[in-house]
């Protein structure tokens, strides 16, 4: 009899049930999305301001506050895509840039020139910005700095970071075994929950890798260090063993293949306000004056 109540139940209420799901699914992703960013607050104060109109109007039967909140509610939605408008392009950009629509660039020469030249620069300790471009297409990144259309060259990268070289400040990019562009602006990570002892390069890159599935490479003009940003989450303290091996993950194996390689030691997100400095060790120099034009 109980059985028979709840295959009912859920004939009959299926479709409420799912519409909950959905609902609920898309509220968590957009929290997911808006944390630590400005757009959170300015949501909660909004949704703090309608809720209190609402019940006011019930509570006290307000007919004109109640006929306003209802005939308003389209200005309302079209006002949320203008004001979180960047969030929406981020969260959006997160969802295109999945390995379901993305394809890999299968080319191993291109990992071990990428990582001969991180430690290349670590070594000479020129701070550096490289970003690999994948599946998200990033045009406009390319379009800020100066086309170059060149082969992918150590030499040519450990150039063009030299310190009077006049395209060293700025970002570098490389789609396939290419270098398109240099001295490219990328966009500043506006999270509120980073840590502050990160330097400029690093929050370009966050901000970079969270509008596209791009790789970044970031070296430390003053410790040397070496940095690896992917979906907005920094990992460091490579070996070049160990950044072949990250790099192969990302650029040459397959999806299903990459996930099952553990991450190399240190961070596996971005460090959050009160955390240790990025290079992990509170004596270690801070890259704090990168200065990178994004």
């Keep these: ?168 400040d700025g970002g570098l990019i490389v789609r396939g075994d290419r270098i398109v562009s240099a001295g490219c602006i990328f966009p500043v990570s506006q999270r509120q929950d980073i840590d502050r002892n990160l330097g400029l390069r690093h929050r370009a890159a966050i901000g970079l890798t969270e509008e596209s599935d791009a790789i970044v490479l970031i070296v430390s003009e003053e410790t040397g260090g070496i940095s690896l940003c992917h979906r907005a989450k920094l990992e460091r303290e490579f070996t070049p063993a160990s950044l072949r091996a990250r790099l192969s993950e990302l650029l040459v194996m397959l999806p299903d293949e990459s996930t099952a390689h553990e991450q190399p030691a240190g961070e596996d997100r971005v460090p959050l306000a009160g955390d240790p400095p990025l290079g992990g060790h509170p004596k270690k120099p801070v890259e704090r004056h990168d200065n990178i034009a994004a």
């Design 1 to 168: 009899m109980i059985l028979a109540t709840m295959l009912e139940m859920a004939r009959t209420y299926w479709k409420d049930a799912l519409e909950i799901l959905i609902l609920a699914v898309g509220i968590y992703f957009a929290y997911v999305g808006l944390r630590g960013t400005r757009g959170l607050r300015v949501l909660t104060g909004l949704g703090s301001l309608v809720l209190a109109l609402v019940l006011l109007s019930q509570l006290f039967g307000l007919v004109v506050i109640s006929w306003l909140l209802q005939r308003i509610s389209a200005v309302v939605i079209l006002a949320l895509v203008v004001i979180f408008q960047p969030e929406l392009r981020r969260m959006l950009a997160q969802v295109g840039s999945h390995h379901i629509f993305g394809i890999a660039p299968e080319n191993k020469e291109i990992v071990e020139e990428l990582a001969q030249t991180a430690f290349d620069l670590s070594g000479r300790h020129l701070g550096a910005l490289i970003a690999i471009e994948r599946g998200t297409d990033i045009q406009s990144h390319i379009e800020s700095g100066v086309m170059i259309d060149s082969k992918l060259s150590p030499e040519l990268i450990v150039t063009i970071f030299h310190p009077k070289t006049p395209l060293h």
